[in-house]
């Protein structure tokens, strides 16, 4: 597999963008290409991914969907795996998503200082 380019950099994006980009390929084997798997880093990073076997010189693609609800600068990997040599190809998300203007974006609650738990005085006893 070539890539145009194995980092794709979506730069400073506002809060909810679009998040899907694509890394560009071509098969310079000549063999078939089969991708048996594409995942993710964590579930904000989801890849998808041609099924069927690529033709040597053959274009193709790995879609790429970023959850751009998440506020802040991201590094986020894509691995592959394939037939090819190297049978592993890592790719490279990154970028800044901006806070939502409108102040709605969920952040996660404050957390409440624990309660101390108070003992009651002991009793005459059996």
Known sequence: MKFERDTIDYGTIPH???G??????????????IINNAHGSCGCTVPT???????????????VHYA?????P????????????PSTKILVIKGNVLPDPTGSQTTP??????????????????
């Open 109 to 126: 609650p404050t957390p409440k200082p624990a309660t101390p738990i108070q003992q009651s005085a002991p009793t005459g006893g059996h």
């Open 20 to 33: 899907y980009r694509s890394f560009k390929f071509v098969n310079v084997g000549k063999t078939p290409l």
């Open 68 to 72: 751009t609800d998440r506020i802040g």
């Open 16 to 18: 909810n963008a679009d």
């Open 49 to 63: 991914y041609v099924h069927e076997p690529i033709q040597p010189n053959a274009a193709s693609e790995i879609k």
């Open 74 to 85: 991201f590094i986020k990997t894509v691995t592959l795996t394939s037939n090819a040599n």
